[in-house]
């Protein structure tokens, strides 16, 4: 049974920073790449950062060089450090596999950047 856990998110102003983690099933986690997502209001889901089993990152244009991704298999967590958030950087936060292998999605976490 797969299994995402996400936290972390909060309210922060503008320019403040964030650690979101996401516990994962074993099954999944040691397994695949892991991404984080996000969802802000009105729009599509997309990819933010990747990392592969192999500790390789990428990261979507809009947040390179603020957007760390990390993953600590002792802990089956993968991690999504932010800096520099912005206003736009809002929206609820997830973790899966990537690319997604199965429909199930965790609760997210609620990113909300605001002055």
């Known amino acids: 049974q797969v299994q995402l856990v996400e936290s972390g998110g909060g309210l922060v102003q503008p320019g403040g920073s964030l650690r979101l983690s996401c516990a994962a099933s074993i099954s999944i986690f040691r397994m695949y790449a892991m991404g984080w997502f996000r969802q802000a209001p009105g729009k599509q889901r997309e990819v933010v950062a990747v990392i592969t089993s192999g500790n390789i990152a990428n990261y979507a244009d809009s947040v390179k060089g603020r957007f760390t991704i990390s993953r600590e298999y002792a802990k089956n967590t993968v991690y999504l450090q932010i800096n520099s958030l912005k206003p736009e950087d809002t929206a609820v936060y997830s973790c899966?596999?990537?690319?997604?292998?199965?429909?199930?999605w965790g609760q997210g976490t609620q990113v909300t950047v605001s002055s």
């Open positions: 899966h596999t990537y690319p997604p292998t199965t429909s199930y």
